[in-house]
């Protein structure tokens, strides 16, 4: 029922939203060149790496596929990814992820492997399953940026207290994931992000 659900709201979002995604495309590849999509290497089901698409938001940097930590600084971002990242429209492409089965609707966010290299015993629970576009971690750190740009030691500050903290809520969901849980998780981000 979860993979049809996928399947089902994945496809019909990306044919309903397409001339979305197009001017989203234009506008960033207009404000700071191409490419207009930012693709990057996560660890997904079984611990398998997997290419995660989402509209970039940064100006490009050699590097940031493979998992660079840029987290705190908004340095890179530019003016169309400070809209896209605050209306989490950035996040769009990864319906593609959802319909190719690299990713669901819901459910533990992917890492990249240095992060989840951090916490591999953790880690090996949280990927019996399918990663996703939100989670309640998602909901929990949405102003994560933020949080991470008052820090002296971003890095430090992200795996100490925050990817700990995330990680609960992805053991969490693991242990009682259920369709009706889903549907509650994509009620409460959609009322996260249109309550900024």
Do not use: C, H
Not at 4 to 27: E, K, M, R, S
Not at 55 to 62: D, E, G, I, Y
Not at 154 to 180: C, H, N, W
């Amino acid at each position: 029922m979860k993979r049809f659900t996928d399947i089902l709201v994945a496809a019909a979002g990306l044919i309903l939203l397409g001339p979305t995604l197009a001017l989203i495309w234009l506008a960033v590849a207009l404000e700071s060149g191409l490419p207009g999509l930012f693709r990057q290497r996560r660890v997904g089901r079984g611990s398998r790496d997997f290419t995660l698409f989402k509209f970039r938001s940064m100006t490009v940097r050699r590097g940031a596929e493979q998992g660079s930590f840029d987290a705190g600084s908004a340095a890179r971002v530019t003016r169309v990814g400070r809209f896209l990242r605050k209306t989490k429209l950035d996040e769009l492409p990864q319906l593609w992820n959802v319909l190719k089965g690299d990713m669901s609707l819901v459910g533990p966010r992917p890492e990249v492997r240095m992060w989840v290299e951090a916490y591999p015993e953790r880690w090996a629970k949280v990927l019996t399953v399918r990663p996703g576009i939100t989670d309640a971690a998602s909901i929990e750190f949405r102003n994560e940026e933020e949080l991470l740009a008052r820090s002296t030691d971003p890095g430090r500050t992200y795996r100490e207290v925050i990817l700990p903290r995330k990680l609960d809520f992805y053991e969490q969901y693991v242990a009682t994931r259920s369709f009706r849980a889903d549907i509650g998780i994509l009620l409460r981000t959609a009322w996260a992000v249109l309550g900024r």
